[in-house]
């Protein structure tokens, strides 16, 4: 049986009308929360000649841990957030910590959208630290969390960067299950993202949503996705050529995306995207990411294959 099957077997024979524990474990806390499982992902990367290379890792449940692909000749190591589990429940306690040696690249995403299941009281919890090397690039695209009708989501990003160092982070979050009906029907959901940069600046996002504060305006779309670029070694000019770049990407995406490009307080840029649809988010992305890619790292989209 499957963890989120055991959650909901638990949860129905827990929890009764009022939506109270009737059958707490013996130290008082109500039995959905013991599903949860505290694992941790550790993962780090060194510079083998021309390539970036795995050194160490380490992984408990739910993570499973995979050797990074070489999808071009950069060098890069493409690397796979593998949860085999099938999603979150409530009391899980998840950790990604990764660490980049100078000169090193990676991109690190996930097969598959991060699920968050229906609990009725413990928050999913998610901890994903990060550290970049000095001249170091890190590509954190992972797909996007999709929260079920009646989940708790809690996520924390922080982000240390050396000297010279790239990063561009992708997050981004549904409504829903959409198929289902489920649109703007959470619990809860906590996100703060935290990037510290070599020469002491910070650039902090932080939100709570609860689906009944929602004005109009948000429950008219499905996707709601953030992306970083940050570099404190790129000139202004430089900064300013990338954000009209990306600002006409986006002018071409149609009605069914809406975005804008900042400059934040730190050297880089911050990306804001409303999208109507999967296809439409995909596209935005692919997009987007590509004009990013070419104008700051000088290379191509790379072909992800999911599976």
């Avoid at 638990?10 to 059958?23: F, L, Y």
């Avoid at 739910?62 to 949860?83: E, I, K, R």
């Avoid at 919890?125 to 797909?143: H, I, K, N, R, S």
């Avoid at 009906?181 to 949503?209: K, P």
Wanted: aromatic content about 8%.
């Amino acid at each position: 049986m499957g963890r989120a099957m055991a959650a909901a077997k638990i949860e129905r024979e827990t929890i009764d009308v009022t939506g109270k524990s009737r059958m707490p474990d013996v130290q008082g806390r109500p039995l959905i929360e013991t599903v949860g499982r505290r694992g941790v992902l550790h993962l780090e990367f060194e510079r083998d000649g021309s390539r970036t290379v795995l050194a160490r890792s380490s992984c408990t449940s739910p993570w499973h841990s995979f050797p990074p692909s070489y999808l071009d000749d950069s060098g890069c190591a493409y690397t796979w957030l593998v949860n085999p589990s099938g999603g979150l429940v409530g009391g899980d306690e998840v950790a990604v910590e990764a660490r980049l040696d100078a000169g090193t690249h990676v991109v690190m995403t996930s097969p598959s959208a991060t699920r968050v299941y229906r609990s009725p009281s413990a928050s999913a919890v998610q901890l994903v630290t990060l550290e970049v090397g000095a001249d170091a690039m890190l590509e954190w695209m992972p797909e996007t969390t999709i929260p079920y009708a009646g989940s708790r989501f809690a996520q924390t990003i922080q982000v240390a960067l050396a000297p010279g160092s790239t990063l561009l982070l992708w997050d981004g979050m549904a409504s829903g299950r959409v198929g289902r009906g489920e649109r703007w029907a959470f619990a809860d959901y906590d996100n703060e993202i935290c990037i510290e940069t070599a020469s002491g600046g910070a650039l902090i996002e932080r939100f709570h949503l609860q689906p009944g504060s929602l004005g109009a305006f948000v429950r008219d779309w499905d996707y709601v996705v953030s992306l970083f670029v940050v570099n404190d070694s790129v000139e202004a000019s430089r900064w300013a050529r990338i954000q009209e770049t990306i600002a006409v990407a986006l002018d071409s995406l149609g009605s069914d995306v809406l975005g804008g490009v900042t400059v934040p307080s730190v050297s880089g840029l911050a990306v804001k995207l409303l999208a109507r649809s999967s296809p439409s988010l995909a596209k935005a992305q692919e997009i987007v990411w590509d004009r990013v890619r070419r104008e700051l790292l000088g290379l191509s989209l790379p072909l992800l294959r999911r599976y």
